[in-house]
């Protein structure tokens, strides 16, 4: 079936660096994908996300790239702060149908102080 | 706008009890969906629908029924708790023409 893998599974970077997270999808359909934070005990929320017709999105400190040929996809934040620290998902979906989302793993970013 | 809302919080349960999870959104969407988080797994898709009186097998369906009555609510059902069912649920709407999923805050459940 269809997986989303994601990279690294925890990251830990010093406030004012940068910090990047890399997913690989299986389904050539996908053409949605976005990125949720999730803070301690809240749910998912959506971030950025970027469809199969763009290469980049960008949104003050966070951009998203997506290489099609390739099915891999990064979430880039610069200037970390501390209120960054949190678990990242990535996901990839096609935009018909169910609209179902696969999910990557997760990432622990830690933005150190 | 209250978004999507789930009840209860936190629940345990011991092995064999049933309990239902409800999901209620009042944003009109016609998609919603069930999920349960488990560490190192991400979020894995149990059941979904797509409109009211409609409802569909996700990645994980085993163990639950769900029901859409209403529009606004979807409700996860457990007949027979196991402690393999052990995990956050997620519950997640969006409307349709639309890609966001707008999720609902979880519920943590404990089966004994």
């Known amino acids: 079936g269809e997986n989303v893998e994601q990279h690294p599974s925890t990251l830990s970077v010093q406030e004012g660096d940068s910090a990047v997270i890399k997913c690989t999808y299986s389904?050539?359909?996908?053409?949605?994908f976005p990125w949720y934070k999730q803070e301690l005990g809240k749910g998912p929320q959506l971030i950025i996300d970027?469809?199969?017709?763009?290469g980049e999105k960008k949104d003050q400190r966070i951009a998203v790239t997506l290489n099609k040929t390739a099915k891999h996809f990064s979430l880039h934040i610069t200037e970390t702060q501390p209120e960054d620290s949190a678990v990242y998902f990535c996901?990839?979906?096609?935009?018909?149908?169910?609209?179902?989302?696969?999910f990557g793993t997760g990432t622990r970013l830690k933005v150190l102080a | 706008n209250a978004g999507v809302t789930q009840t209860p919080k936190f629940r345990v349960l011991k092995t064999g009890q049933s309990m239902t999870l409800l999901c209620a959104q009042d944003?009109?969407?016609?998609?919603m969906y069930w999920y349960r988080q488990d560490p190192g797994m991400g979020l894995r898709l149990i059941h979904y629908?797509?409109?009211?009186?409609?409802?569909a097998k996700g990645e994980v369906p085993d163990g639950y029924n769900v029901s859409r009555l209403k529009k606004q609510n979807f409700l996860l059902g457990l007949e027979s708790a196991a402690p393999s069912q052990t995990s956050v649920y997620f519950c997640?709407?969006?409307?349709?023409?639309?890609?966001?999923?707008?999720f609902g805050p979880g519920t943590r459940l404990t089966v004994l």
């Open positions: 997640a709407s969006k409307m349709a023409g639309n890609n966001e999923q707008f």
């Open positions: 389904d050539s359909a996908s053409n949605y």
């Open positions: 970027i469809r199969s017709n763009v």
């Open positions: 996901a990839a979906s096609r935009t018909s149908g169910t609209y179902k989302y696969i």
């Open positions: 944003m009109n969407h016609e998609y």
């Open positions: 629908s797509v409109g009211e009186g409609t409802t």
